[in-house]
């Protein structure tokens, strides 16, 4: 089988433990997230062959649009899955940045349409919609940014926009992959209809195999197949014990008013993910504890112990490189296509990862004899790393 890896870039800083942020909640960490330290992480994936890093979007993070432009002159073939909000920008600057940043990184930029799951923070940057009206506009916005993307001149009067006579001097070449999340049901007509990759969340895989269903159930009434990829986290190392003795380290460092504050924090949330996210860790606190990092795996080698202080993403894959290689196995099974993933910190989890997992599932596809992943030898369609690594992998020249 054929997957799409991509990393994260944690634009907001970086850490040995857990950072927070996300959802209203501070974020921070004891490296900046600086244009040299992010520069190392996105040579790291491109020397793996992952296909592209995530950029997230909120007030708790730099500016994902800015950061990547720089960081694209220091790759060369990388792409970068940009996320940005509807609603905070005009569609028609959305499709013209787009198509500018596509003008000077060919076939690099990805989208990541995240509408947004916070009213506090939305109305920070005055916005002043519910959520059932977020979706409504961000429909709209895809739309428009499609029709202007194909070539047309665009007047349109919606419920929420009112675009007149509007086009673009320069279309991207590729047309930019469109990555759309969401768990409400408010959510999924919208990714029917425009997402071209639907994310998640890292769940079990029972309950991510039910998301599938749903969305290619709605996106077959407009005749539609979209992948789909997950978000989750990674802690592997050469045996299961030291990766959880390293889950446990995180958890160790947590002070119980951190961990109170956040779960406060979180509480609030309108988003839908965001909530299946709680309640994944919450299930297994039945004395309210969470020191023991095992009693916090929710299904086999998944991990929740992110998500007591981490807003979005909360789960991680935790085990030897071989059990990692397999959960991910699983997941391509229920019909996932593309992975996001991360680690603390993440340019040593990055390292575990490419020189673990990636020779492990390698060998294990070549044993199933499936269809080896393949390195990306043109930054215009992203696929998987190569199997196995380059021997060099991971050891090009991080200070350029």
Same mark, same amino acid.
């Not at 924090?265 to 095992?294: F, K, N, V, Y």
């Given at each position: =089988?054929?997957?799409?890896?991509?990393?994260?870039?944690?634009?907001?800083?970086?850490?040995?433990?857990?950072?927070?942020?996300?959802?209203?909640?501070?974020?921070?960490?004891?490296?900046?997230?600086?244009?040299?330290?992010?520069?190392?992480?996105?040579?790291?994936?491109?020397?793996?062959?992952?296909?592209?890093?995530?950029?997230?979007?909120?007030?708790?993070?730099?500016? *994902?649009?800015?950061?990547?432009? =720089?960081?694209?002159?220091?790759?060369?073939?990388?792409?970068?899955?940009?996320?940005?909000?509807?609603?905070?920008?005009?569609?028609?600057?959305?499709?013209? =940045?787009?198509?500018?940043?596509?003008?000077? @990184?060919?076939?690099?930029?990805?989208?990541?349409?995240?509408?947004?799951?916070?009213?506090?923070?939305?109305?920070?940057?005055?916005?002043?919609?519910?959520?059932?009206?977020?979706?409504?506009?961000?429909?709209?916005?895809?739309?428009?940014?499609?029709?202007?993307?194909?070539?047309?001149?665009?007047?349109?009067?919606?419920?929420?926009? #009112?675009?007149?006579?509007?086009?673009?001097?320069?279309?991207? #070449?590729?047309?930019?992959?469109?990555?759309?999340?969401?768990?409400?049901? @408010?959510?999924?007509?919208? *990714?029917?209809?425009?997402?071209?990759?639907?994310?998640?969340?890292?769940?079990?895989?029972?309950?991510?195999?039910?998301?599938?269903?749903?969305?290619?159930?709605?996106?077959?009434?407009?005749?539609?197949?979209?992948?789909?990829?997950?978000?989750?986290?990674?802690?592997?190392?050469?045996?299961?014990?030291?990766?959880?003795?390293? %889950?446990?380290?995180?958890?160790?460092?947590?002070?119980?008013?951190?961990?109170?504050?956040?779960?406060?924090?979180?509480?609030?949330?309108?988003?839908?993910?965001?909530?299946? =996210?709680?309640?994944?860790?919450?299930?297994?606190?039945?004395?309210?504890?969470?020191?023991?990092?095992?009693?916090?795996?929710?299904?086999?080698?998944?991990?929740?112990?992110?998500?007591?202080?981490?807003?979005?993403?909360?789960?991680?894959?935790?085990?030897?490189? %071989?059990?990692?290689?397999?959960?991910?196995?699983?997941? *391509?099974?229920?019909?996932?296509?593309?992975?996001?993933?991360?680690?603390?910190?993440?340019?040593?989890?990055?390292?575990?990862?490419?020189?673990?997992?990636?020779?492990?599932?390698? %060998?294990?596809?070549?044993?199933?004899?499936?269809?080896?992943?393949?390195?990306?030898?043109?930054?215009?369609? *992203?696929?998987?790393?190569?199997?196995?690594?380059?021997?060099?992998?991971?050891?090009?020249?991080?200070?350029?």
């Amino acid at each position: =089988m054929t997957l799409t890896l991509h990393w994260f870039l944690p634009t907001y800083g970086d850490s040995r433990y857990i950072v927070g942020g996300g959802h209203g909640l501070p974020a921070g960490g004891d490296r900046r997230a600086t244009i040299g330290y992010l520069s190392s992480i996105v040579q790291a994936a491109e020397e793996f062959g992952f296909a592209s890093a995530l950029t997230p979007t909120g007030a708790w993070c730099e500016d *994902a649009w800015l950061t990547t432009a =720089m960081l694209a002159r220091e790759t060369e073939r990388l792409a970068f899955l940009v996320a940005f909000r509807p609603g905070l920008i005009s569609p028609t600057l959305a499709a013209q =940045m787009a198509a500018t940043f596509s003008l000077h @990184a060919p076939g690099r930029l990805l989208l990541n349409v995240v509408t947004g799951g916070e009213a506090h923070e939305q109305r920070a940057y005055g916005d002043h919609l519910d959520k059932e009206e977020r979706y409504t506009r961000c429909a709209e916005f895809l739309s428009v940014v499609r029709r202007l993307w194909a070539g047309e001149t665009v007047t349109h009067r919606g419920t929420h926009l #009112d675009i007149e006579a509007a086009c673009l001097p320069t279309l991207p #070449d590729p047309v930019p992959p469109l990555y759309f999340g969401g768990s409400s049901r @408010a959510a999924g007509p919208v *990714a029917a209809e425009h997402a071209d990759v639907y994310l998640t969340w890292g769940e079990p895989v029972d309950a991510v195999a039910d998301k599938i269903t749903w969305i290619r159930g709605l996106a077959d009434r407009h005749g539609r197949k979209p992948r789909f990829g997950i978000r989750l986290h990674v802690i592997t190392r050469d045996t299961a014990e030291e990766a959880w003795t390293q %889950a446990g380290r995180l958890l160790g460092a947590l002070g119980e008013d951190v961990v109170a504050a956040a779960q406060a924090g979180l509480a609030r949330s309108e988003s839908t993910g965001q909530q299946r =996210m709680i309640a994944l860790h919450q299930q297994t606190r039945g004395d309210g504890s969470w020191r023991d990092a095992r009693a916090l795996e929710v299904a086999p080698n998944l991990w929740a112990g992110v998500g007591l202080v981490r807003g979005g993403a909360g789960t991680a894959l935790v085990g030897s490189h %071989a059990e990692v290689a397999d959960r991910i196995a699983d997941y *391509a099974a229920a019909g996932i296509d593309e992975f996001v993933f991360s680690g603390y910190p993440h340019l040593e989890e990055l390292y575990w990862f490419g020189e673990g997992v990636l020779p492990t599932w390698c %060998a294990a596809a070549c044993s199933r004899a499936a269809p080896p992943p393949r390195r990306a030898r043109r930054a215009r369609r *992203a696929t998987t790393p190569s199997c196995p690594p380059p021997a060099d992998a991971g050891q090009g020249d991080l200070s350029r």
